[in-house]
């Protein structure tokens, strides 16, 4: 192939602006190998972040024809408009610089909706048996292959009114461990999910469930935390 592609791409914090980079085309060409042919041959100083190129790290997540997606595993085929693309940092994320964003804040939130589990049994005692076949797992499981990726986040126009929102990726996980019968933390954790800016804050109309690249349901996940803390205030175990 020896066409060119038409690239804009976002240079300088929120205040900067988009410059233009002719990249050739390859077949199987990912959004990713096009941010990466900028760096290594036209903008040494162009900043991007990435690791594994696989679908695992959740690190290279970018603004694409104005969607979020993981750059490592979208083919520029898919998405190109004609011969041009246009490639921006993630929203609702402070930028560092280009298309590197901030995720303190992200997963900040992860700790504020209480996203660490917490047993109580010593490495002494026998491993826990948890039937894979219970609702409870498989509640956890469905949420369990988060990678991370803030595409969720970078979708949800609640996150972008109202930045305190934890956002549905904190909530999928607290929901992971809400369904961990092992986890001894659960009255703290929902009542750090169920304030103001937690699970009811959610207008549920699934932007984060209709572009997660691992087909996660955060949606579905928060749905779940409405009912467990509905049911919690009911009996007064708020
Ligand atoms: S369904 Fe809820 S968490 Fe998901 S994008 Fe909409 S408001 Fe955000
Ligand atoms: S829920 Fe999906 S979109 Fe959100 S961070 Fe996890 S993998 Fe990414
Ligand atoms: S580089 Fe790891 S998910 Fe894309």
Redesign the pocket.
């Known amino acids: 192939m020896d066409a060119l592609l038409k690239v804009r791409v976002w240079r300088g914090a929120r205040d900067g602006a988009f410059s233009l980079y002719d990249v050739p085309r390859q077949e199987s060409q990912t959004v990713l190998d096009v941010v990466t042919h900028i760096q290594r041959h036209l903008e040494p100083t162009l900043s991007y972040r990435y690791a594994c190129r696989v679908g695992m790290c959740g690190s290279c997540a970018m603004t694409v024809n104005g969607r979020p997606r993981w750059t490592c595993r979208t083919h520029v085929a898919k998405v190109a408009d004609g011969d041009t693309l246009e490639i921006a940092p993630l929203a609702n994320l402070p930028v560092i610089k280009d298309l590197a964003t901030d995720m303190s804040e992200f997963f900040d939130k992860w700790a504020r909706a209480r996203g660490q589990f917490q047993g109580s049994a010593t490495r002494h005692e026998p491993f826990a048996t948890v039937s894979p076949e219970s609702a409870e797992r498989q509640a956890a499981n469905a949420g369990i292959e988060c990678i991370g990726c803030g595409v969720?986040?970078a979708?949800?126009?609640?996150?972008e009114w109202r930045p305190e929102?934890l956002?549905?990726a904190a909530?999928n996980r607290a929901w992971t461990l809400a369904n961990d019968v092992r986890d001894v933390a659960q009255r703290e954790r929902l009542r750090a999910v169920a304030g103001d800016v937690g699970c009811h804050?959610?207008?549920?109309?699934?932007?984060?469930?209709e572009r997660c690249p691992k087909q996660l349901q955060?949606?579905v996940s928060?749905a779940g935390l409405k009912r467990l803390a509905g049911r919690a205030a009911i009996r007064g175990k708020l």
């Open positions: 969720c986040y979708s949800c126009d609640v996150v929102f956002g549905p909530l804050a959610c207008h549920t109309q699934g932007s984060c469930t955060p949606t928060i």
